[in-house]
Protein backbone atom coordinates (compact mmCIF):
# COMPACT_ATOMS: atom_id res chain seq x y z
CA UNK A 1 0.00 0.00 0.00
CA UNK A 2 2.52 2.45 1.03
CA UNK A 3 4.14 1.94 -2.76
CA UNK A 4 1.01 2.13 -4.47
CA UNK A 5 0.56 5.21 -2.64
CA UNK A 6 4.06 6.32 -4.25
CA UNK A 7 3.04 6.23 -7.56
CA UNK A 8 1.22 8.43 -9.80
CA UNK A 9 -2.02 8.36 -11.74
CA UNK A 10 -0.62 8.70 -15.23
CA UNK A 11 1.66 5.77 -14.39
CA UNK A 12 1.52 2.09 -15.85
CA UNK A 13 2.92 -0.71 -13.79
CA UNK A 14 3.63 -4.15 -15.32
CA UNK A 15 4.20 -7.25 -12.82
CA UNK A 16 4.27 -11.14 -13.76
CA UNK A 17 1.76 -13.62 -12.61
CA UNK A 18 2.84 -15.20 -9.14
CA UNK A 19 0.52 -16.48 -6.83
CA UNK A 20 -0.39 -13.11 -4.71
CA UNK A 21 -0.74 -11.38 -8.29
CA UNK A 22 -4.05 -10.95 -8.06
CA UNK A 23 -4.01 -9.21 -4.57
CA UNK A 24 -0.98 -7.06 -5.59
CA UNK A 25 -2.59 -5.84 -8.33
CA UNK A 26 -6.16 -4.93 -6.51
CA UNK A 27 -4.08 -2.73 -4.13
CA UNK A 28 -2.35 -0.92 -6.95
CA UNK A 29 -5.08 -0.88 -9.26
CA UNK A 30 -7.02 2.35 -7.61
CA UNK A 31 -3.42 4.50 -7.98
CA UNK A 32 -2.51 4.18 -10.80
CA UNK A 33 -3.99 3.94 -14.46
CA UNK A 34 -3.45 0.47 -15.54
CA UNK A 35 -1.65 -2.58 -14.17
CA UNK A 36 -0.52 -5.16 -17.11
CA UNK A 37 -0.35 -8.86 -15.43
CA UNK A 38 1.87 -10.56 -17.78
CA UNK A 39 2.90 -14.63 -18.21
CA UNK A 40 6.72 -15.05 -18.00
CA UNK A 41 6.54 -17.08 -20.27
CA UNK A 42 5.29 -14.62 -23.28
CA UNK A 43 8.17 -11.96 -21.93
CA UNK A 44 11.82 -14.53 -22.68
CA UNK A 45 12.79 -13.77 -19.36
CA UNK A 46 13.00 -17.41 -18.47
CA UNK A 47 15.36 -18.05 -21.11
CA UNK A 48 17.78 -15.11 -19.77
CA UNK A 49 21.44 -15.79 -19.06
CA UNK A 50 21.70 -13.46 -16.13
CA UNK A 51 18.36 -13.23 -14.23
CA UNK A 52 17.72 -10.97 -11.04
CA UNK A 53 14.85 -9.30 -9.66
CA UNK A 54 16.48 -5.81 -11.02
CA UNK A 55 16.80 -6.75 -14.83
CA UNK A 56 13.88 -8.40 -14.68
CA UNK A 57 12.20 -5.84 -13.80
CA UNK A 58 14.51 -3.22 -16.19
CA UNK A 59 13.16 -5.73 -18.84
CA UNK A 60 9.56 -5.02 -18.03
CA UNK A 61 9.90 -1.88 -18.59
CA UNK A 62 11.17 -1.61 -21.51
CA UNK A 63 8.69 -3.98 -22.84
CA UNK A 64 6.00 -2.25 -21.01
CA UNK A 65 7.23 1.21 -22.66
CA UNK A 66 7.84 -0.34 -26.02
CA UNK A 67 3.88 -1.81 -26.05
CA UNK A 68 5.19 -5.26 -26.08
CA UNK A 69 3.78 -6.93 -23.37
CA UNK A 70 0.41 -9.11 -23.72
CA UNK A 71 -1.84 -8.46 -20.12
CA UNK A 72 -3.37 -12.16 -18.67
CA UNK A 73 -7.04 -12.23 -18.30
CA UNK A 74 -7.71 -12.20 -14.51
CA UNK A 75 -10.59 -13.73 -13.26
CA UNK A 76 -13.30 -11.65 -11.63
CA UNK A 77 -14.65 -12.74 -7.62
CA UNK A 78 -16.72 -15.74 -8.69
CA UNK A 79 -14.60 -17.48 -11.17
CA UNK A 80 -12.04 -16.75 -8.72
CA UNK A 81 -13.50 -18.86 -5.40
CA UNK A 82 -14.82 -21.49 -8.06
CA UNK A 83 -11.17 -22.34 -8.75
CA UNK A 84 -10.16 -21.75 -5.52
CA UNK A 85 -12.72 -24.77 -3.96
CA UNK A 86 -11.72 -26.91 -6.89
CA UNK A 87 -7.66 -26.54 -6.32
CA UNK A 88 -8.58 -27.32 -2.45
CA UNK A 89 -11.07 -30.35 -3.91
CA UNK A 90 -7.85 -31.86 -6.23
CA UNK A 91 -5.23 -31.46 -3.02
CA UNK A 92 -7.95 -33.01 -0.79
CA UNK A 93 -8.49 -36.21 -3.75
CA UNK A 94 -4.27 -36.27 -3.59
CA UNK A 95 -4.17 -36.63 -0.14
CA UNK A 96 -7.05 -39.44 -0.02
CA UNK A 97 -5.13 -41.45 -3.05
CA UNK A 98 -1.69 -41.11 -1.14
CA UNK A 99 -3.52 -42.90 2.02
CA UNK A 100 -5.23 -45.64 0.15
CA UNK A 101 -1.75 -46.15 -1.87
CA UNK A 102 -0.29 -46.46 1.98
CA UNK A 103 -3.07 -49.72 2.69
CA UNK A 104 -2.28 -51.22 -0.18
CA UNK A 105 1.63 -51.48 0.36
CA UNK A 106 0.85 -53.07 3.47
CA UNK A 107 -0.96 -55.65 2.00
CA UNK A 108 2.26 -55.75 -0.27
CA UNK A 109 4.74 -56.16 2.41
CA UNK A 110 2.85 -58.52 3.88
CA UNK A 111 2.09 -60.72 0.46
CA UNK A 112 -1.80 -60.34 1.17
CA UNK A 113 -4.12 -61.26 -1.99
CA UNK A 114 -6.89 -58.32 -1.98
CA UNK A 115 -10.17 -59.91 -1.44
CA UNK A 116 -12.95 -60.52 -4.44
CA UNK A 117 -14.97 -57.01 -3.73
CA UNK A 118 -15.41 -54.26 -6.39
CA UNK A 119 -13.84 -51.87 -3.56
CA UNK A 120 -11.13 -52.64 -1.14
CA UNK A 121 -12.42 -49.08 0.50
CA UNK A 122 -16.08 -49.49 0.60
CA UNK A 123 -18.26 -51.16 3.43
CA UNK A 124 -17.03 -55.42 2.44
CA UNK A 125 -13.61 -53.99 1.79
CA UNK A 126 -13.67 -52.06 5.23
CA UNK A 127 -14.95 -55.25 6.83
CA UNK A 128 -12.38 -57.22 5.27
CA UNK A 129 -9.53 -55.20 6.73
CA UNK A 130 -10.86 -54.58 10.02
CA UNK A 131 -11.08 -58.89 10.57
CA UNK A 132 -7.19 -58.92 8.52
CA UNK A 133 -4.53 -60.30 11.08
CA UNK A 134 -1.72 -57.99 10.61
CA UNK A 135 1.30 -56.97 13.30
CA UNK A 136 0.91 -54.68 15.51
CA UNK A 137 2.80 -51.59 13.29
CA UNK A 138 0.82 -52.60 10.34
CA UNK A 139 -2.75 -52.95 12.04
CA UNK A 140 -1.78 -49.20 13.25
CA UNK A 141 -0.73 -48.15 9.53
CA UNK A 142 -3.91 -48.98 8.36
CA UNK A 143 -6.04 -47.77 11.05
CA UNK A 144 -4.67 -44.48 11.05
CA UNK A 145 -5.34 -44.51 7.02
CA UNK A 146 -8.50 -45.57 7.48
CA UNK A 147 -9.26 -42.23 9.62
CA UNK A 148 -7.28 -40.38 7.19
CA UNK A 149 -9.71 -41.53 4.64
CA UNK A 150 -12.40 -40.84 6.19
CA UNK A 151 -12.02 -37.18 7.47
CA UNK A 152 -10.82 -36.85 3.83
CA UNK A 153 -14.07 -37.93 2.26
CA UNK A 154 -16.23 -35.80 4.60
CA UNK A 155 -14.00 -32.88 3.48
CA UNK A 156 -14.61 -33.75 -0.40
CA UNK A 157 -18.21 -33.98 0.36
CA UNK A 158 -18.57 -30.53 1.94
CA UNK A 159 -16.32 -28.93 -1.15
CA UNK A 160 -18.34 -30.89 -3.22
CA UNK A 161 -21.62 -29.55 -1.69
CA UNK A 162 -20.22 -26.14 -2.60
CA UNK A 163 -19.31 -26.48 -5.52
CA UNK A 164 -22.76 -27.83 -6.40
CA UNK A 165 -24.36 -25.11 -4.88
CA UNK A 166 -22.64 -22.07 -6.62
CA UNK A 167 -22.30 -24.16 -10.23
CA UNK A 168 -26.20 -24.72 -10.20
CA UNK A 169 -26.89 -21.65 -10.27
CA UNK A 170 -25.21 -21.14 -13.46
CA UNK A 171 -27.02 -21.15 -16.96
CA UNK A 172 -23.79 -22.13 -18.63
CA UNK A 173 -23.04 -24.90 -16.25
CA UNK A 174 -26.51 -26.12 -16.42
CA UNK A 175 -25.89 -26.06 -20.56
CA UNK A 176 -22.55 -27.93 -20.28
CA UNK A 177 -24.40 -30.78 -18.30
CA UNK A 178 -26.95 -31.19 -21.13
CA UNK A 179 -23.38 -32.67 -23.06
CA UNK A 180 -23.16 -36.52 -22.45
CA UNK A 181 -20.40 -37.37 -20.15
CA UNK A 182 -20.33 -33.84 -18.56
CA UNK A 183 -21.20 -33.48 -14.67
CA UNK A 184 -21.05 -30.19 -12.80
CA UNK A 185 -17.31 -31.08 -11.41
CA UNK A 186 -16.35 -31.06 -15.22
CA UNK A 187 -18.51 -28.14 -15.99
CA UNK A 188 -17.27 -26.02 -13.03
CA UNK A 189 -13.23 -26.99 -14.12
CA UNK A 190 -14.50 -25.91 -17.48
CA UNK A 191 -15.60 -22.86 -16.48
CA UNK A 192 -13.60 -22.18 -14.18
CA UNK A 193 -10.52 -22.34 -16.59
CA UNK A 194 -12.25 -20.56 -19.12
CA UNK A 195 -13.97 -17.86 -17.21
CA UNK A 196 -16.34 -15.31 -19.92
CA UNK A 197 -16.73 -17.18 -22.82
CA UNK A 198 -17.42 -14.00 -24.89
CA UNK A 199 -13.68 -13.50 -24.70
CA UNK A 200 -13.15 -15.96 -27.21
CA UNK A 201 -14.57 -14.41 -30.81
CA UNK A 202 -13.22 -17.87 -32.79
CA UNK A 203 -13.23 -21.68 -31.21
CA UNK A 204 -9.39 -21.87 -32.83
CA UNK A 205 -8.44 -19.41 -29.96
CA UNK A 206 -10.78 -21.25 -27.28
CA UNK A 207 -8.74 -24.53 -28.26
CA UNK A 208 -5.30 -22.73 -28.18
CA UNK A 209 -6.48 -21.66 -24.78
CA UNK A 210 -7.26 -25.16 -23.25
CA UNK A 211 -3.84 -26.24 -25.15
CA UNK A 212 -5.51 -28.45 -27.29
CA UNK A 213 -4.33 -27.47 -30.46
CA UNK A 214 -1.69 -30.16 -31.96
CA UNK A 215 1.86 -28.13 -32.27
CA UNK A 216 3.14 -27.80 -35.59
CA UNK A 217 6.94 -27.65 -37.21
CA UNK A 218 8.01 -25.75 -39.96
CA UNK A 219 11.35 -24.49 -41.54
CA UNK A 220 11.40 -22.99 -45.09
CA UNK A 221 8.89 -23.02 -47.70
CA UNK A 222 8.31 -27.17 -46.85
CA UNK A 223 4.97 -28.29 -45.65
CA UNK A 224 4.43 -28.16 -41.73
CA UNK A 225 3.82 -31.53 -39.35
CA UNK A 226 1.77 -31.23 -36.41
CA UNK A 227 2.52 -33.63 -33.32
CA UNK A 228 0.74 -33.80 -29.87
CA UNK A 229 -1.24 -31.42 -28.20
CA UNK A 230 0.75 -27.95 -26.89
CA UNK A 231 -0.69 -28.30 -23.54
CA UNK A 232 -0.04 -24.49 -22.83
CA UNK A 233 -3.51 -24.23 -20.76
CA UNK A 234 -5.44 -24.90 -17.81
CA UNK A 235 -4.18 -29.04 -17.19
CA UNK A 236 -7.15 -28.94 -14.62
CA UNK A 237 -9.46 -28.13 -18.04
CA UNK A 238 -7.55 -30.79 -19.94
CA UNK A 239 -7.92 -33.40 -17.49
CA UNK A 240 -12.08 -33.01 -17.11
CA UNK A 241 -12.65 -32.88 -20.77
CA UNK A 242 -10.62 -36.30 -21.25
CA UNK A 243 -12.50 -37.87 -17.81
CA UNK A 244 -16.04 -36.55 -20.11
CA UNK A 245 -14.39 -38.05 -23.18
CA UNK A 246 -13.93 -41.53 -22.09
CA UNK A 247 -17.48 -41.22 -19.58
CA UNK A 248 -19.37 -40.56 -22.94
CA UNK A 249 -17.54 -43.12 -25.12
CA UNK A 250 -18.65 -45.78 -22.50
CA UNK A 251 -22.34 -45.30 -22.43
CA UNK A 252 -25.05 -46.27 -25.46
CA UNK A 253 -25.00 -43.72 -27.97
CA UNK A 254 -23.91 -42.51 -30.91
CA UNK A 255 -20.65 -41.50 -29.32
CA UNK A 256 -19.72 -44.70 -28.25
CA UNK A 257 -20.35 -46.17 -31.86
CA UNK A 258 -18.15 -43.39 -33.04
CA UNK A 259 -15.05 -44.15 -31.16
CA UNK A 260 -14.94 -47.47 -31.83
CA UNK A 261 -13.85 -48.37 -35.33
CA UNK A 262 -15.23 -51.35 -36.87
CA UNK A 263 -13.14 -54.13 -37.59
CA UNK A 264 -12.87 -55.61 -41.25
CA UNK A 265 -13.35 -59.00 -42.04
CA UNK A 266 -10.26 -59.50 -44.05
CA UNK A 267 -6.40 -58.62 -43.00
CA UNK A 268 -6.29 -56.29 -46.11
CA UNK A 269 -3.74 -53.72 -44.86
CA UNK A 270 -5.27 -51.01 -47.47
CA UNK A 271 -9.10 -51.92 -46.80
CA UNK A 272 -8.59 -51.67 -42.95
CA UNK A 273 -7.38 -48.26 -42.88
CA UNK A 274 -10.40 -47.24 -44.99
CA UNK A 275 -12.38 -48.58 -42.40
CA UNK A 276 -11.25 -46.81 -39.59
CA UNK A 277 -14.13 -43.88 -38.84
CA UNK A 278 -12.25 -40.24 -38.75
CA UNK A 279 -13.53 -38.86 -35.62
CA UNK A 280 -11.92 -37.70 -32.37
CA UNK A 281 -11.27 -40.21 -29.56
CA UNK A 282 -9.94 -39.59 -26.16
CA UNK A 283 -5.97 -41.15 -25.75
CA UNK A 284 -4.60 -42.33 -22.89
CA UNK A 285 -4.93 -39.75 -20.29
CA UNK A 286 -1.38 -39.23 -19.61
CA UNK A 287 -0.84 -37.70 -22.98
CA UNK A 288 -4.13 -36.03 -23.14
CA UNK A 289 -6.19 -35.56 -25.78
CA UNK A 290 -4.92 -36.13 -30.20
CA UNK A 291 -6.64 -34.02 -32.08
CA UNK A 292 -6.69 -35.27 -36.02
CA UNK A 293 -6.16 -32.52 -38.14
CA UNK A 294 -8.44 -30.66 -40.09
CA UNK A 295 -9.84 -30.37 -43.76
CA UNK A 296 -8.10 -27.12 -43.85
CA UNK A 297 -4.50 -28.43 -42.13
CA UNK A 298 -5.11 -31.64 -44.32
CA UNK A 299 -4.81 -29.42 -47.21
CA UNK A 300 -2.11 -27.51 -46.67
CA UNK A 301 -0.08 -30.40 -46.02
CA UNK A 302 2.45 -32.81 -48.31
CA UNK A 303 0.45 -35.77 -49.88
CA UNK A 304 1.21 -39.16 -48.55
CA UNK A 305 3.81 -40.69 -49.65
CA UNK A 306 3.35 -44.46 -51.19
CA UNK A 307 5.34 -46.55 -48.91
CA UNK A 308 4.69 -49.66 -51.24
CA UNK A 309 6.88 -47.50 -53.92
CA UNK A 310 10.48 -48.97 -54.61
CA UNK A 311 13.42 -47.35 -56.51
CA UNK A 312 13.88 -49.75 -59.84
CA UNK A 313 17.22 -51.35 -59.41
CA UNK A 314 18.71 -52.32 -62.91
CA UNK A 315 21.48 -54.60 -63.49
CA UNK A 316 21.71 -58.29 -63.17
CA UNK A 317 20.68 -58.14 -59.51
CA UNK A 318 17.98 -56.70 -59.89
CA UNK A 319 15.76 -60.00 -59.45
CA UNK A 320 17.63 -60.73 -56.51
CA UNK A 321 17.04 -57.72 -54.92
CA UNK A 322 12.98 -57.78 -55.42
CA UNK A 323 12.43 -61.70 -54.51
CA UNK A 324 14.25 -60.40 -51.10
CA UNK A 325 11.74 -57.72 -50.94
CA UNK A 326 9.15 -59.86 -51.44
CA UNK A 327 9.59 -62.11 -48.92
CA UNK A 328 10.42 -59.46 -46.58
CA UNK A 329 6.78 -58.54 -47.28
CA UNK A 330 5.15 -61.81 -46.83
CA UNK A 331 7.13 -61.94 -43.53
CA UNK A 332 5.71 -58.50 -42.24
CA UNK A 333 2.25 -59.66 -42.89
CA UNK A 334 2.25 -62.67 -41.21
Not at 133 to 139: A, G, S, V
Not at 190 to 208: E, Q
Not at 222 to 247: C, D, F, Y
Request: hydrophobic letters at 40%; aromatic letters at 4%; proline letters at 8%.
Amino acid sequence: EVFASSLGPEDWVAMEVSGNAAEIARIIEPHVARVVVVSPSDTGIRQARAKTDRLDARTLARLLAAGSLDAVWMPDERTRVMRRRLARRAQLMTARSRCKNEIHAVLIRRLIARPKVSDLFGQAGRRWLEQLELPLEERESVDAGMRQIEFLERELADVDRLVALDALGSAEVKRLMSVPGVNVICAASFLAAVGDISRFNDPRKLVGYLGLDPKVRQSGPGPGTSGHISKQGSASARWALVEASWSAVRQPGPLRACSCPPRPPDRDRRRRQKARVPVLVPAHPRAGLRLRPTVADQEKAAPPRDRRRRPEIPGPLEHLVNQQRNARSRTRAR
